[in-house]
């Protein structure tokens, strides 16, 4: 697969100790396309807390300093856990191109997660350059998400 550059694009990208050389090659791969990277972080493979990089590209994504984020760790499941306590953020663990499309094209994220004891480094490439390929849809999918804004800031409620 290749990647579509429609825009210019900053991608905030980080890891723990369990994703360092994953993080490293999708590094490599969208510098190569050109992509503009902030790497927060971690810089080697010493044990580090997954929490404090989540937070950093999840900041940054949030804040509206980098259009997406890319999170690394062993599954990818930590990650994205901390990664959506921060409001803004809607991180997804992937491991297959079909859900790095409809995540998306339906779920409009902002953050991808990878495992890197998961799947292998070409498989995440091609994952990456799926989700960066698709665009949110709009549609009935638009008020499903305002829907999980809703949730985030305490204000949508369902009787039991």
């Known amino acids: 697969m290749y990647l ?3 825009v210019e694009m900053k991608i905030a990208i980080g890891c ?15 510098e190569d396309n050109n992509f503009e990277i902030e790497d ?7 044990s580090v807390d997954y929490p404090a990089y ?12 980098c259009d997406l984020g890319i999170l690394c760790c062993g599954t990818g499941i930590g990650m994205s856990i901390a990664a959506n306590k921060i409001n803004g953020v809607r991180a997804a663990v992937v491991s297959d ?3 790095a499309s409809a995540t998306r094209e ?27 390929n698709a665009s949110f849809q709009g549609g009935r999918h ?7 804004t809703q ?9 039991d």
């Open 54 to 65: 989540a937070v950093k590209v999840g900041n940054r994504v949030s804040s509206g300093s």
């Open 106 to 132: 339906h779920n409009d994220t902002n953050v991808l997660c990878l495992g890197q004891r998961v799947i292998g480094e070409g498989l995440a490439l091609l994952i990456v350059d799926t989700w960066l």
């Open 97 to 99: 191109c079909f859900s």
């Open 4 to 6: 579509e550059r429609v």
């Open 16 to 30: 723990d100790h369990g994703g360092f050389q994953l993080k490293e090659a999708i590094i490599k791969h969208l």
């Open 151 to 159: 949730v985030e800031n305490g204000e949508f409620f369902v009787r």
């Open 142 to 148: 638009q008020e499903r998400i305002n829907q999980v």
């Open 40 to 46: 927060v972080g971690s810089y080697d493979c010493k």
